[in-house]
């Protein structure tokens, strides 16, 4: 009954790439923007980036120009592409609904080193 899981995270230098898959329900996927939020260790989880069924993206401050959301209906997944990373990029990433997050689960844990 796992309704969202993530994948994709791991251990990258600064300045480096990571791609972050979420792979959804297909009424979940077909019904609700979904998104990214993140969890750094001693810190609140924050709001990342969104994605709606039409297409329209919100990014976090933090990560314009360096993260971009899409979203691939056929496969009913989300990802998150990671660019030119940062040390304080490193937490761990949750995908969820947006408006209403219902499902969180595990994550997916990004590292960046220096």
């Known amino acids: 009954q796992v309704q969202l899981v993530e994948s994709g995270g791991g251990l990258v230098q600064a300045g480096g790439s990571l791609r972050l898959s979420c792979a959804a329900s297909g009424s979940i996927f077909s019904s609700n923007a979904l998104g990214w939020y993140r969890q750094a260790p001693g810190k609140q989880r924050e709001f990342v980036a969104s994605i709606t069924v039409g297409g329209s993206t919100i990014y976090a401050d933090s990560v314009k120009g360096r993260f971009t959301i899409s979203r691939d209906n056929a496969k009913n997944t989300v990802y998150l592409q990671m660019n030119s990373l940062k040390l304080e990029d490193t937490a761990v990433y949750y995908c969820?609904?947006?408006?209403?997050?219902?499902?969180w689960g595990q994550g997916t844990q990004v590292t960046v080193s220096s």
């Open positions: 969820n609904t947006i408006f209403v997050p219902r499902y």
